[in-house]
């Protein structure tokens, strides 16, 4: 890890850059998939499953049989397991639901605001170095609460063409029946414009690589939604001397070990504790089985040290973390403060790892940087709000003339119209009466 100790803010930007390749760099392929699949639909999935996969599946389809056979062959200790975290996570989502917002702005004006669900999502679920069946109940589960009508999940085969048991477990178990076996930019180009296996979908979720990201990034401009730019994971610590080392060394590299591309940093306001992590990090890291993986992303990563909470406090807003953990004697200060951050993490006893699994929360987080102006996804992500008004004679008589008054200044006499006919209307209505 590359060490800093009171950097110059000139310098912020370089020493915070992520390991990612940019977009251009892997735009030109994402294309050639997209318009192949576009194109030639199953055949060009099919096409580019074997050949950036190397397998070519019998069926990109889960039958329901494999859905039914997958409960037997996971033990009974991982079931329990997934079923607690899907109860934690369905109570944290299922307490997201908003009521109908009204409200009468105006004598006669009622207005009101109601959440729909979106009918059609694509869920991505990474497969690569380990099959992350976790990301099935943060995103699932939060669409079956929403309503969505029909949810389609895409997640790469492994070199037999199958996918993980457990994944196909936790699909079964958030009611999820339109599985296929496509990973990678040809799934995301599916959902984005239906073949003849895979429905097109008008919203896709789920992390991924940087090719998987870039897909979904291309696939807005074809009218498909996407959740956020959720690329490689990312987690910074921020921490002073009452942290315990090993706990803050321990997180550090339960992030690098998702894949070379991830990137961890510490931030601390104690140089002990900077020499400790670093000694600790190299102790842990030789014990984990997915060790290369780790020091590919441990060179891209940082051990910063700086002297004041207000730079500290400037620094992590500047990088805005996917995952930022807090274990300083000054909470309160960095809690108010921080203001860019997918999810935050707080004290020695809350590894990131619990909201990757279940505490409740949701492990789909904005990276990148996006934490700056992307949520993390939750319920009101499969959900769009739609705005209502109705407005009664009374309303419009009184409301009429600033609408009048305003759609003239804006040279919109139809606007205009609009009211002036209706109040004319009303008028003669009266002088009938009268």
């Known amino acids: 890890m590359k060490k800093y100790f009171d950097p110059q803010k ?9 390991p ?3 977009f251009g760099d892997i735009e030109e392929t994402v294309n050639e998939v997209f318009k192949a699949v576009r194109r030639d639909g199953d055949k060009a999935v099919r096409e580019y499953t074997l050949r950036f996969d190397g397998v070519s599946p019998e069926s990109m389809a889960v039958q329901e049989e494999e859905l039914m056979e997958a409960e037997g062959a996971i033990d009974g200790e991982l079931k329990n397991a997934i079923r607690r975290a899907y109860d934690n996570i369905y109570k944290f989502h299922k307490a997201q639901k908003t009521s109908p917002v009204e409200v009468e702005t105006s004598p006669g004006v009622i207005c009101w605001q109601q959440k729909k669900p979106i009918q059609k999502v694509g869920l991505y679920i990474p497969g690569g170095t380990a099959p992350l069946f976790s990301t099935i109940l943060m995103l699932a589960i939060p669409a079956k609460i929403a309503g969505c009508k029909e949810i389609v999940l895409c997640s790469p085969p492994d070199k037999s063409g199958n996918l993980h048991p457990a994944v196909l477990y936790t699909a079964a178990l958030c009611g999820i029946t339109r599985v296929f076996k496509v990973g990678g930019i040809q799934a995301v180009a599916a959902m984005a414009f239906g073949t003849e296996s895979i429905p097109k979908v008008f919203k896709i979720f789920g992390p991924g690589n940087q090719y998987v990201t870039v897909a979904k ?3 807005t401009r074809y009218g498909v939604a996407i959740d956020m730019p959720a690329g490689p994971s990312e987690l910074l610590v921020l921490a002073d001397d009452t942290a315990i080392p090993s706990f ?9 070990e998702h894949g070379a591309d991830s990137q961890v940093v510490l931030v601390t306001t104690s140089r002990e504790l900077l020499q400790k992590v670093e000694k600790e990090v ?17 060179d891209n990563s940082r051990l910063i040290y700086v ?8 620094l992590i807003n500047e990088y805005g973390p996917e995952h930022f953990i807090l274990c300083t004697a000054e909470e309160e200060y960095y809690l108010e403060n921080t203001i860019n951050a997918g999810s935050v993490f707080i004290g020695n006893y809350t590894p990131e790892s619990a909201g990757d699994y279940a505490s409740g929360t949701n492990h789909t987080l904005p990276t990148n940087g996006y934490a700056k102006q992307y949520s993390g996804v939750n319920l009101d992500s499969f959900t ?3 705005t209502y008004q109705k407005i009664s004679e009374k309303g419009i008589m009184d409301l009429g003339e600033t609408i009048e008054v305003m759609a003239a200044a804006e040279g919109l006499q139809g606007h205009k119209n609009a009211v002036t006919i209706r109040k004319e209307y009303l008028r003669q209505a009266i002088q009938k009466v009268g």
């Open 384 to 386: 769009k709000s739609i």
């Open 282 to 298: 190299g102790i842990q890291l030789g014990k984990l089985p997915r060790k290369d993986l780790a020091e590919k992303a441990i």
């Open 248 to 256: 803050v060394a321990a997180d550090l590299l339960s992030q690098a």
């Open 217 to 219: 990034q291309l696939a």
């Open 10 to 18: 000139i310098d912020w930007e370089d020493i915070l850059s992520r």
């Open 307 to 314: 002297s004041s909470r207000e730079t500290a406090i400037d």
């Open 20 to 22: 990612t390749r940019t």
